[in-house]
């Protein structure tokens, strides 16, 4: 269901002030949560010409899940007309749980948490994570950036305040009064970075960079994407610790066939890097932890976590009607490395992979928005079953 404004009949130089919006249902499942049930409605329009302004898109989530999670979140990129300016939001609220694993993409630590069958976990679609193996916390995120565009290119400069408050933390694992203790590992980490256990604040802003000329943040068919973030976390502004992370990040779009440009291989990959000082446990690089929740696929979110992680993906996106649009498949594969300082694991010495395909109805052919149902699979017994607005990335 959406409700919009044709293109064809906007006077040039108007603006167009319809609001696409598509109430899409969820019902979908992974490891950590189980069974996924609520809205995840999307919400897109221009605000301006759309010969000269990109279009903004919005998602909003609002789920509850079998294991008594919820998670009501608000993500997107505006742009203001002419695409003077791009605002990038980042709102959350989420009463979440999640098992922790070992930093690093090592096998030593990334097959185990400290309890479990024979001391290795599952990810199993239907089994999942045992009750015991999951660690609860509550957490509040609030993100906005300014970007200002550089005269008439696609070059945007600005700056960004982020705040992450992670709160109630309940590691279920933790067990000190056995014999001998049962620590854990985010225990073991925070109490050797001299950090607290319960809960802990990110409050910093950053300095940010994007070159961006992709024809359709929704579902590109060409173009690329390219973004720098340096984001600082002074304690003076309320942080735990004072630290500093940057995120850079590459996407690119290439066409198989000029007469139908649907048919195309997408790239992405992006670097997260610890660049100095103390990150607390949860706010450490992880997948699934990306401003909107779509890397790691098939692995539930913060399976991989380091001090550095370094993510690329790789998709072909096809039409499946011999000369429509609206059906299209896909098949993708990715890889994931994770590093561990205080283990001596680098970055790079250790991958682990995903993979699996899906398929793409586009609800809205004007503003190319797709729902995708994907069907992923991993290593390890890894499995799961994504139902998303628009194109991965």
Known sequence: MSFSQDMDSI???????????????????????????GVAPGFNWFNGNPETTSMTSFLGTFLYTQKNQLFLQVRGNMFLENDRWLM??????NLNSQPTYGLSTDARYAYHTVIGEDGEVSDDLVKGPPEN??????????????LRRYADTRFFYGVGYHLDIMSNIDDKQLDLDADPP???????YQTLKGMPLEGYTQSGVSLNASLDSRD???????????????R??????????????LWLEYRDYFNLNPERPRNLIAVWAYGWFVTGGKVPYMFLPATGWDMFGRSGRPYTMGRFRGEDLTYTEA??????????????GVVFVNATSASSRTDNVKLFSHFQAGYGAGLRYMIS??????????????IHGASAIFLNLNEMF
Request: proline content about 7%.
């Open 11 to 37: 006077p040039e130089g108007k603006k167009e002030k319809k609001v696409t919006i598509i109430p899409m249902p969820v019902i979908a499942a992974n490891p950590t949560t189980g069974l996924v049930y």
């Open 88 to 93: 990038m939001t980042d709102l959350r609220f």
């Open 133 to 146: 193996e999951m660690m609860g916390f509550d957490h509040f995120r609030f993100y906005q950036t300014a």
């Open 182 to 188: 049962r620590l854990t590992y985010h225990y073991q």
């Open 216 to 230: 359709n943040v929704a579902n590109p068919y060409d173009g690329r994407l390219v973004f720098a973030s340096l």
């Open 232 to 245: 600082l976390n002074p304690e003076f502004l309320g942080s735990t610790e004072g630290a500093s992370q």
């Open 315 to 328: 998709e072909w996106r096809f039409p499946l009607q011999k000369t429509k649009d609206r059906l299209g």
């Open 365 to 378: 052919p004007k503003n190319r928005v797709n729902i995708g149902l994907d069907y992923g699979r991993g």
